[in-house]
Protein backbone atom coordinates (compact mmCIF):
# COMPACT_ATOMS: atom_id res chain seq x y z
CA UNK A 1 0.00 0.00 0.00
CA UNK A 2 1.30 3.29 -0.89
CA UNK A 3 1.64 6.12 1.71
CA UNK A 4 2.96 9.13 2.11
CA UNK A 5 3.25 11.29 5.50
CA UNK A 6 3.92 14.88 5.08
CA UNK A 7 4.95 16.80 8.63
CA UNK A 8 7.64 20.05 9.22
CA UNK A 9 4.62 22.58 8.88
CA UNK A 10 4.63 25.46 11.44
CA UNK A 11 3.82 29.47 12.12
CA UNK A 12 7.20 31.32 11.20
CA UNK A 13 7.15 35.17 10.49
CA UNK A 14 8.18 36.33 7.20
CA UNK A 15 11.40 36.01 5.94
CA UNK A 16 11.62 33.27 8.25
CA UNK A 17 12.66 28.95 7.14
CA UNK A 18 10.68 25.73 7.12
CA UNK A 19 11.51 22.34 6.01
CA UNK A 20 9.02 19.87 5.34
CA UNK A 21 9.15 15.87 4.97
CA UNK A 22 7.62 13.37 3.16
CA UNK A 23 7.87 10.10 4.04
CA UNK A 24 7.19 7.62 1.73
CA UNK A 25 6.17 3.55 2.08
CA UNK A 26 4.86 0.82 0.35
CA UNK A 27 6.20 1.50 -3.52
CA UNK A 28 9.53 1.39 -5.36
CA UNK A 29 10.36 5.04 -3.88
CA UNK A 30 13.29 5.69 -6.00
CA UNK A 31 11.04 5.54 -9.17
CA UNK A 32 8.16 7.58 -8.22
CA UNK A 33 7.68 10.93 -9.01
CA UNK A 34 7.00 13.43 -6.13
CA UNK A 35 5.35 16.50 -6.17
CA UNK A 36 4.76 19.10 -3.48
CA UNK A 37 1.33 21.56 -3.78
CA UNK A 38 -0.64 23.96 -1.72
CA UNK A 39 -3.79 24.80 -1.14
CA UNK A 40 -5.10 28.40 0.59
CA UNK A 41 -8.72 28.61 2.16
CA UNK A 42 -10.83 29.44 -1.13
CA UNK A 43 -8.25 28.57 -3.56
CA UNK A 44 -7.25 25.91 -6.02
CA UNK A 45 -4.71 23.32 -4.87
CA UNK A 46 -1.64 24.48 -6.92
CA UNK A 47 1.85 22.74 -7.51
CA UNK A 48 4.87 24.21 -5.76
CA UNK A 49 7.51 21.69 -6.82
CA UNK A 50 8.22 18.26 -8.09
CA UNK A 51 11.51 15.75 -8.70
CA UNK A 52 11.54 13.05 -11.04
CA UNK A 53 13.00 9.61 -9.71
CA UNK A 54 15.38 8.51 -12.08
CA UNK A 55 17.11 11.41 -13.31
CA UNK A 56 16.08 14.05 -10.06
CA UNK A 57 14.83 16.63 -13.10
CA UNK A 58 13.16 19.35 -10.78
CA UNK A 59 11.03 21.89 -11.27
CA UNK A 60 9.44 24.71 -9.08
CA UNK A 61 6.66 27.49 -9.16
CA UNK A 62 7.20 30.82 -10.51
CA UNK A 63 6.48 31.99 -7.21
CA UNK A 64 8.91 30.10 -5.36
CA UNK A 65 11.98 29.32 -7.47
CA UNK A 66 14.98 30.75 -5.68
CA UNK A 67 13.42 30.58 -2.34
CA UNK A 68 12.18 26.57 -2.24
CA UNK A 69 13.97 23.74 -2.75
CA UNK A 70 13.19 20.20 -3.24
CA UNK A 71 15.36 16.92 -2.63
CA UNK A 72 14.73 14.12 -1.60
CA UNK A 73 17.05 10.74 0.18
CA UNK A 74 15.95 7.40 -1.32
CA UNK A 75 18.05 5.35 1.44
CA UNK A 76 15.33 7.07 4.14
CA UNK A 77 12.57 7.02 1.49
CA UNK A 78 11.89 10.62 2.13
CA UNK A 79 11.38 13.97 0.04
CA UNK A 80 12.11 17.52 1.52
CA UNK A 81 11.38 20.91 0.60
CA UNK A 82 13.57 23.46 1.82
CA UNK A 83 11.35 26.81 2.48
CA UNK A 84 13.54 30.08 2.62
CA UNK A 85 12.58 33.33 2.60
CA UNK A 86 8.64 32.53 3.32
CA UNK A 87 5.97 34.89 2.28
CA UNK A 88 2.72 35.53 3.98
CA UNK A 89 1.26 34.37 1.02
CA UNK A 90 2.94 30.97 1.36
CA UNK A 91 0.32 29.81 3.83
CA UNK A 92 -1.38 27.05 3.38
CA UNK A 93 -1.89 23.23 3.56
CA UNK A 94 1.26 21.91 2.18
CA UNK A 95 0.51 18.27 0.41
CA UNK A 96 3.49 15.84 -0.60
CA UNK A 97 2.10 13.51 -3.82
CA UNK A 98 3.47 10.63 -5.84
CA UNK A 99 3.17 8.48 -8.86
CA UNK A 100 4.97 7.05 -12.10
CA UNK A 101 5.72 9.02 -14.95
CA UNK A 102 7.29 12.83 -15.26
CA UNK A 103 7.24 15.25 -13.05
CA UNK A 104 3.84 17.35 -13.25
CA UNK A 105 2.90 20.24 -11.61
CA UNK A 106 -1.00 19.15 -12.42
CA UNK A 107 -2.53 17.82 -9.01
CA UNK A 108 -4.26 15.48 -11.16
CA UNK A 109 -1.06 13.84 -12.51
CA UNK A 110 -0.78 11.83 -9.33
CA UNK A 111 -2.35 9.12 -7.50
CA UNK A 112 -1.46 9.02 -4.09
CA UNK A 113 -1.25 11.59 -1.82
CA UNK A 114 -0.14 12.27 1.83
CA UNK A 115 -1.93 14.27 4.52
CA UNK A 116 -1.34 17.55 4.34
CA UNK A 117 0.54 19.88 6.84
CA UNK A 118 -0.25 23.68 7.47
CA UNK A 119 2.17 26.63 6.76
CA UNK A 120 1.65 29.66 8.56
CA UNK A 121 3.41 32.83 7.42
CA UNK A 122 2.97 35.72 9.87
CA UNK A 123 3.29 39.14 8.49
Known amino acids: EVQLQAFGGGLVQAGGSLRLSCVASGFNFEQYIIGWFRQAPGKEREGVSCMDGHDGRTVYADSVKGRFTISRDNAKNTVYLQMNGLKPEDTAVYYC????????????????WGQGTQVTVSS
Open 97 to 112: ATDRGRCSMWHRAYEW
